[in-house]
């Protein structure tokens, strides 16, 4: 009497297509674009004189950084894309608690 293999130990090829991705997500990829991103906008934010200009500069850097993580997304790495995007949003969420910050405890809105 014959029996029905369990899949354990297939016996011949799989019965449709494998596919590979050509650029998988790595630890170390990530942590490259989040560094690079966090040195970036450390340099911008240091460009910045007064909580308004280095919330306007963490805006510009964000931005431009952003639409590196998208060209990276659509051709190059995604890992260092991911990096990227959420260093950036962690470096947005620092400014916008600051800008919040100065808001309370002056009552006046610091970007313009």
Do not use: C, K, N, Q
């Amino acid at each position: 009497m014959a029996r029905t293999p369990s899949g354990l130990f297939p016996a011949g090829p799989p019965s449709r297509p494998t596919y590979r991705e050509p650029h998988p997500v790595t630890g170390a990829g990530v942590a490259a674009g989040g560094a690079v991103a966090a040195a970036w906008l450390l340099l911008f934010g240091l460009l910045g004189t007064s909580v308004g200009s280095y919330a306007w500069w963490t805006l510009v850097a964000g931005g431009l950084a952003w639409l590196t993580a998208l060209a990276l997304l659509r051709f190059g790495d995604r890992g260092v894309a991911t990096g990227i995007a959420i260093v950036t949003a962690g470096g947005w969420s620092i400014a916008a608690a600051i800008v919040a910050v100065r808001w309370a405890t002056t009552g006046d809105w610091p970007l313009w």
